[in-house]
């Protein structure tokens, strides 16, 4: 591997990413994936960098599930993307940050239609208008909540209690990056550092203290591929590209793996406990999986958060092994507590993969 | 016979165009931006169909053309329409006032990091089809690792047939090169699995067929038909290839000591560069247009304006030459028809 | 071990690096011309069986160069030796000579 060969590729795929003033859109998903990530987010663009982040209580799914299982038509995908606009407008915002992986690819898409087809634009306005009375400017800019957090990876960084570097040994943690296939696959100029070699994530890997790994698999489909998995009869080929991409990354022996799309660390998390029990494999150390985080999680981690106020007790794959190697502090006793000492009950100990 | 003719580049085609003007009569000038003459063929190590040493082609080119005028390491800085002639001015501050000029500007090879996928420069077993050309002929290059190459693939259309690379054109001569460089591959290393993944395989040229056969015959070289799709590498630091094997309906891999890139031929950004001074019209496939493509290939809409080789489109090494004898002739017909 | 109802879907993927090529070398010394093969299907297109028993000499050709030998050897079981695919195969290659040497080769060990 030539890593000048791929800093010249990551140098070609620099988007511009506005500081400050955003209108943040959240995922339909990941607050029940992982709770703790969005507002993880939130704290370290509000209260750590005091940065200007605002939240509509009025908006809405962009329609990107819906669209991408092909149950509603484009028209209906725009209208709902144009009423979010209209929402960003009218608190007075330019910029525009999504949560999810797939809105992100959703709202560039249709940015990038209504440029070659303004005709299809001024149909949607009209829309938009006879449906709610609403009206709207396109944004300035348009990013992932990843583009940010790459941005301030250094801000973070310099703020760390913890590196991600094993303790005992010093040396950095292997890391898997797994992006999300609309992030960049259908624009790569719209993504940093392009769709064969996204940078997003390795940046924040490399300014954390972790070491990246490339394996073979890296640019493949986490297996989630939206009407594969929705569909029971076709999850065999959803959890077998999870497989896939296990096996090809196993020689590498990953600590943990940074994801930055909703669908993808849920399945890579998941798919861990699937696999287990269909083919008696894992593919952490001692019987464990791979813990699976989102970019935030991980921001929240080095940045000396709770593990459980991040929500990782919800994670399907422990992750105390990989706590225990950074040297994050934690308490066993309090890991399925919620607010208020609420017990959240415990989850039922799979028979293979093994979990804390 | 003191008529000024300046050639611009000193590749295989300047170097023909210029000997026979020089046979002619003539005393052309060669403006040639490199240090060497002799362009790619020069950084070749032999030739398809007979294996002819490259050296050799561009040694007696060269032998040829000792009587002319040749600059090397010398640009055209610009070009000056005069009345009825051209004032070109040279980087080495000599201005050559003339009323032919013949553009023998060739090719660029395709930029085979471009195709980020096939990881040139990213991946250490990757190289393109000029890579292992120079390793042929000087045996160093880190990323060819002789004491463990037990399979190799070569890569067809890189750059070529291929609008998102820019370039939707056949580059005419990368699959006869690929079954040159396979074959020489096998020789080195009899043992190696060696695979060619191709689109079509087009083999126009003479004795190409023959050349076809005799590496899946004589050597065993394995076709398969599919346009890789993605490149990665393993722990151990092999490439991975993946593609279609079409024929099959099925998707295929490979692990392989060596991948070469067969990077296709796209226009030089230099030609573009000076034919804008005069400026030349270019054709929808991205280089020079000619006065017309069947009748007159070598012939510009301009007066005085000659093309000889790639500059026009991809060719071969006799197809170049070829070109370069006739515009040598239509230059000798235009001075002497304009004499009389 | 659980149940979900569905199960890993396995790969259609050839993967070349584990394709046993020793016999197919084995054939190539007995008949140079198995490489020749330039996938046009004229034999595939011409041969009587085919149509009925799946039998194509290109297939069988590509089969056995794919890990797929098995395939290929109960596809011959299909032909009738008449020698048509001989008649038309645009690089000469001696089909029914070809055919005989594969189920020589492959045969040995009833597959």
């Known amino acids: 591997m030539i890593y000048q060969g791929k800093q010249k590729i990551w140098s070609e795929y620099q988007k511009e990413i506005p500081d400050d003033h955003w209108f943040y859109v959240r995922s339909c998903i990941r607050q029940n994936f992982f709770p703790g990530a969005e507002v993880m987010f939130m704290k370290i663009c509000r209260d750590l960098l005091g940065k200007d982040i605002y939240e509509a209580a009025h908006h809405t799914t962009c329609g990107g599930i819906a669209y991408h299982c092909d149950t509603i038509p484009q028209e209906t995908v725009m209208t709902i993307v144009a009423r979010q606009f209209a929402l960003m407008t009218e608190a007075g915002y330019e910029n525009y940050v999504a949560s999810c992986i797939t809105s992100f690819g959703n709202y560039i898409e249709i940015l990038e239609t209504w440029n070659e087809f303004p005709e299809v634009e001024a149909k949607v306005r009209e829309m938009l208008w006879k449906a709610c009375r609403r009206e709207f400017n396109k944004p300035k800019y348009v990013a992932h909540a990843s583009d940010l957090v790459y941005k301030f990876r250094n801000d973070i960084a310099a703020r760390a209690k913890f590196r991600l570097v094993n303790r005992k040994t010093g040396e950095p943690l292997k890391v898997v990056e797994h992006i999300g296939c609309h992030y960049s696959k259908m624009f790569p100029s719209k993504g940093v550092g392009g769709a064969e070699y996204p940078y997003v994530l390795c940046g924040m890997i490399e300014s954390w203290g972790g070491n990246v790994i490339d394996y073979p698999e890296r640019r493949h489909c986490c297996g989630y591929g939206f009407r594969q998995y929705h569909v029971k009869a076709n999850r065999g080929y959803s ?32 798919w861990q406990y699937a696999i287990s029990e269909l083919e008696g494999k894992t593919y952490g150390e001692n019987g ?69 | 016979m003191k008529e000024n003719i300046v050639i611009i580049g000193g590749g295989i ?69 005069l009345k009825d002639s051209y004032n070109v001015m040279l980087s080495n501050g000599i201005s050559i006032v003339t009323r032919i000029i013949l553009f023998t500007t060739g090719f660029r090879l395709f930029d085979a990091s471009k195709k980020e996928e096939y990881g040139y420069g990213v991946y250490d077993q990757v190289i393109t089809n000029r890579d292992l050309e120079q390793w042929f002929s000087t045996g160093n290059d880190d990323r060819v690792n002789s004491r463990e190459l037990n399979a190799v693939g070569f890569v067809h259309c890189v750059g070529s047939r291929d609008e998102k690379a820019g370039n939707g054109q056949c580059s005419k001569v990368c699959c006869i090169t690929a079954v040159k460089q396979a074959i020489e591959m096998k020789q080195r290393f009899p043992e190696a699995q060696v695979y060619c993944f191709y689109m079509d395989l087009r083999m126009f040229g003479k004795k190409y067929e023959d050349f076809y056969i005799s590496a899946q015959r004589d050597y065993g070289v394995r076709f398969i038909r599919g346009r890789v799709s993605e490149v990665s590498e393993n722990i151990e630091g092999k490439v991975i290839v993946k593609a279609e094997d079409t024929l099959a309906g099925k998707p295929v891999k490979v692990t392989l000591d060596l991948l070469v890139l067969m990077a296709g031929i796209v226009c030089n950004p230099d030609c573009t560069k000076v034919a804008s001074m005069i400026p030349l019209q270019m054709d929808s496939d991205g280089f020079l247009k000619s006065r017309d493509n069947i009748m007159d290939i070598t012939g510009s809409s301009r007066s005085g304006i000659f093309y000889a080789g790639a500059c026009t489109g991809a060719k071969t090494v006799p197809e170049t030459l070829a070109e370069a004898r006739s515009a040598a002739l239509d230059i000798h017909n235009y001075i002497t028809s304009s004499r009389i | 071990m659980m149940n979900f109802g569905f199960k890993i879907a396995p790969s259609a993927t050839i993967n070349l690096d584990n394709v046993d090529m020793e016999k197919f070398t084995l054939l190539h010394e007995m008949e140079p011309d198995v490489y020749k093969c330039m996938a046009c299907g ?70």
């Open chain 1, 239 to 270: 959890i077998a590209n999870t497989h896939k991409k296990f096996e090809s990354m196993e020689p590498y022996h990953p600590d943990m793996i940074i994801t930055n799309c909703p669908g993808c660390p849920y399945f890579l998390d998941r």
């Open chain 1, 288 to 356: 464990y999986g791979i813990p699976v985080f989102t970019y935030e999680e991980v921001a929240g981690l080095v940045l000396g958060y709770d593990p459980w106020d991040l929500g990782l007790q919800l994670h399907q794959v422990a992750v105390e092994p990989l706590l225990d190697k950074i040297g994050i502090p934690y308490d066993p006793d309090e890991k399925y507590r919620g607010i208020n000492h609420k017990d959240l009950l415990k989850p039922e100990i799979p028979g293979v993969l093994r979990c804390c």
């Open chain 2, 13 to 81: 085609a300047g170097l023909e165009a210029a000997g026979q003007l020089i046979r002619l009569g003539y005393s052309p000038i060669i403006v040639e931006k490199q240090d060497h003459l002799g362009g790619h063929v020069a950084e070749w190590h032999c030739l398809f169909p007979d294996m002819t040493p490259a050296s050799d082609v561009v040694s007696r080119l060269t032998e040829n053309v000792s009587e002319a005028n040749i600059f090397v390491n010398t640009e055209i800085l610009f070009i000056n329409h």
């Open chain 3, 42 to 111: 004229s034999c595939s297109a011409t041969c009587p069986a085919g149509r009925f028993t799946g039998m194509s000499v290109r297939k069988v050709i590509l089969d056995l160069q794919r890990g797929r030998e098995k395939e290929a050897v109960r596809m011959l079981k299909g032909c009738m030796l008449c020698g048509k695919c001989s008649m038309v195969c645009p690089r000469g290659i001696n089909t029914r000579h070809l055919i005989l040497s594969v189920c020589r080769i492959y045969n040995e060990d009833k597959q």
